[in-house]
């Protein structure tokens, strides 16, 4: 008897993008069907889990997903759209996952995109 494939999520700490499949996961109930591999930045852990998926990527980068045998995956809305697939939930009805994109995810984007184009105006003065 086979054991079915379990998809692997690899998320780095402190990763906005990670945090956001993580509210995904426990929210839709998944956390039996769906393994997680969680490290920090610069740690033993890291490299393993690079080492593990540089064949497999063309550049790694997280949150990444082993999300079905042979197809890995590295943005964090393919990989909340693949497991919603697989549990048929719908994000739009989570409201915990809802608010995190809405509120304070949607607020780091901003101060993102805010400080890479002050970079570029810095750059080009």
Not at 49 to 76: C, N, W, Y
Not at 94 to 114: C, H, S, T
Request: glycine letters at 4%; charged letters at 25%.
């Amino acid at each position: 008897m086979t054991e079915a494939f379990k998809p692997i999520v690899y998320l780095k700490q402190n990763c906005p993008f990670c945090m956001k499949i993580r509210l995904f996961i426990l929210e839709a109930g998944l956390g039996a069907e769906v393994e997680t591999r969680d490290f920090g930045s610069g740690t033993p852990q890291e490299d393993t889990v690079r080492a593990e998926l540089k064949d497999h990527l063309d550049k790694v980068s997280f949150p990444a997903a082993h999300i079905q045998p042979g197809q890995f995956i590295t943005e964090s809305d393919d990989i909340i759209a693949a497991l919603a697939r697989k549990s048929d939930r719908d994000p739009a009805t989570m409201p915990i996952y809802q608010n995190y994109v809405d509120g304070p995810f949607a607020a780091l984007m901003r101060l993102w995109k805010e400080n890479m184009d002050l970079k570029k105006a810095a750059a080009a003065a």
